[in-house]
């Protein structure tokens, strides 16, 4: 089980954390109800890996890419809320990008595992204080250390979007945009 969040700043800074244990090829599933902080954790970990923003709810578009600005790996972040299957996730051909790219796949539990053997499952759970739990899958995450990923987080410095726990674009619908400026 991984730390208390409790604000939209807090949800960020552990993002950022799991951003420094991801690389290239990676995928990672984002579990959790509407407003438990997919998109919010999704930028995080997009700050932290240090991609062109700004990280938004892809749920029209269904994907959007974000190039390094760091010579990292770019970040796809995915919205299957819509998608009616794997066949539709198939379509998006991520395959073709899942070995140069971190993929965050939001609602993509029974339908991304099938992308390939290594994953990581994050579990968001609660509005006011969300309960985030990290489930490794395959053999790229073996011996991996995600004790850091349990540890609490401080709350940081309360900005507009921080205010309250569901404040800021977590989840938020429409966003028609399809690719980051």
Do not use: N
């Not at 208390?4 to 807090?10: A, E, H, I, V, W």
Request: glycine fraction near 12%.
């Amino acid at each position: 089980m991984g730390p208390q969040l409790t604000t939209s700043g807090q949800t960020r800074a552990w993002g950022a954390r799991l951003a420094e244990l991801l690389r290239a090829g990676d995928l990672v599933v984002l579990t959790g109800g509407l407003g438990a902080g997919k998109t919010t954790l999704t930028q995080g970990i997009g700050q932290g890996l240090g991609i062109r923003g700004p990280v938004t709810s892809p749920t029209f578009v269904i994907a959007r890419v974000h190039p390094s600005l760091v010579d990292g790996p770019p970040l796809v972040h995915v919205d299957a809320y819509r998608l009616g299957g794997f066949a539709e996730l198939d379509d998006l051909d991520l395959d073709a990008t899942l070995d140069d790219s971190v993929t965050i796949v939001e609602w993509g539990h029974g339908l991304a595992e099938d992308l390939t053997d290594d994953r990581l499952e994050v579990l968001l759970d609660g509005e006011d204080v969300r309960s985030v739990r990290v489930v490794p899958h395959g053999a790229r995450w073996d011996g991996v250390d995600l004790t850091p990923l349990t540890e609490p987080v401080p709350l940081p410095v309360l900005g507009p979007a921080d205010d309250h726990p569901t404040a800021g674009p977590d989840d938020t619908r429409p966003d028609t945009t399809e690719e980051a400026p």
